[in-house]
């Protein structure tokens, strides 16, 4: 259980890493943004990253079943 928790920790400093950066590129995140506004961003941007992992996990499973529905009915 403790690699477990080990490595969602480490999954989730890499999600919030990658987002800060992102911010930073983008240009939303800048010298006189506060910590308030990165938590916010961050937040914001885990939920769409959730979303858009969701919608794909989702669009993959019909497919899947889609393709297994076609090779049944030949």
């Given at each position: 259980?403790?690699?477990?928790l080990?490595y969602?920790?480490?999954i989730?400093?890499?999600?919030?890493?990658?987002?800060?950066?992102?911010?930073?590129?983008?240009?939303?995140?800048?010298e006189?943004?506060?910590?308030?506004?990165?938590?916010?961003?961050?937040?914001?941007?885990?939920?769409?990253?959730?979303?858009?992992?969701?919608?794909?996990?989702k669009?993959s499973?019909?497919?899947?079943?889609?393709?297994?529905s076609?090779?049944?009915?030949?």
């Amino acid at each position: 259980m403790g690699t477990f928790l080990k490595y969602v920790f480490y999954i989730v400093v890499i999600v919030v890493l990658y987002l800060v950066a992102r911010g930073i590129y983008d240009g939303s995140i800048t010298e006189k943004t506060t910590v308030g506004e990165v938590v916010s961003d961050v937040d914001t941007g885990s939920k769409e990253l959730v979303k858009e992992g969701y919608q794909a996990t989702k669009e993959s499973i019909e497919n899947m079943e889609d393709k297994s529905s076609a090779q049944g009915n030949m």
